[in-house]
């Protein structure tokens, strides 16, 4: 069963400093990994997609990288800013029954930047 | 922009009570997942379609939930009766085909809270 863990659970900095959050898999048979970003309350917003044939993708000031083989990928977030401050998640894509697919969560980690 | 369109955003309801959640994927998206997000945790699939087709229900406690796509557009998940222990965030996504590299788009969500 595929499990995804993500560390640290609650991250706080300072604005301005960058920073990692990690996210590993125990099986690394996945089609591709979402990085996604949840305000309290609020739905899921999709911040990076990698395909499990590439090594990173960026969007602005994140970067997320993916290593298959370790089973593990990890976001980055350069010059943080208290807006980024939300619970952060990742998700892996792999196959489920019937020839579909499905996504499995992390727990998330929650940021907060501190003006 | 378009978005996955989900109500109501919140619902109170008592035990032994009946809820319905509803929800309007993207335009041409033709898988529609629900899930549920217990606070502090991450997201788990409940029931998965492929057009108006199930293709994965397998985490869906059918003795009391049931979903629909009838026509393969929007969607219904029904709850019947409402235990304590449905207090959740309830999730629809969707993405374009049975695209295995695509994104997922997630909606606002619908908050139950069952007293």
């Known amino acids: 069963k595929q499990e995804v863990t993500q560390i640290p659970a609650a991250l706080s900095v300072p604005e301005g400093e960058n920073l990692v959050l990690n996210c590993s898999f125990t099986?690394?048979?996945?089609?591709?990994l979402q990085w996604f970003r949840q305000d309290p309350g609020k739905g899921l917003t999709s911040l990076l997609l990698?395909?499990?044939?590439?090594r990173e993708q960026t969007s602005g000031r994140l970067n997320a990288s993916l290593d298959k083989s370790s089973g593990r990928s990890t976001l980055y977030i350069a010059a943080s800013q208290p807006g980024d401050s939300a619970t952060y998640l990742c998700?892996?894509?792999?196959?489920?029954?019937?020839?579909?697919?499905?996504?499995?969560f992390g727990k998330g980690t929650k940021l907060t930047v501190n003006p | 922009e378009a978005e996955v369109a989900q109500s109501p955003r919140y619902k109170i309801t008592e035990k032994s009570q009946a809820v319905a959640f509803w929800c309007d994927p993207i335009?041409?998206?033709?898988?529609l997942y629900w899930y549920r997000q217990i606070l502090g945790q991450g997201p788990e699939l409940l029931v998965q379609?492929?057009?108006?087709?199930?293709?994965?229900d397998s985490q869906l406690p059918k003795d009391r939930f049931s979903a629909e796509r009838l026509k393969g557009v929007d969607s219904t998940l029904k709850i019947q009766p409402a235990e304590l222990g449905d207090s959740a965030m309830y999730l629809c996504?969707?993405?374009?085909?049975?695209?295995?590299?695509?994104?997922?788009?997630f909606g606002e969500g619908s908050r139950l809270t069952v007293l």
């Open positions: 996504a969707s993405s374009l085909l049975r695209d295995l590299t695509g994104e997922l788009f």
């Open positions: 998700a892996v894509r792999l196959p489920s029954q019937g020839g579909s697919e499905k996504l499995v």
């Open positions: 379609f492929q057009d108006e087709s199930v293709v994965d």
């Open positions: 335009s041409g998206h033709a898988t």
């Open positions: 990698i395909q499990s044939s590439q």
């Open positions: 099986d690394s048979a996945i089609y591709n």
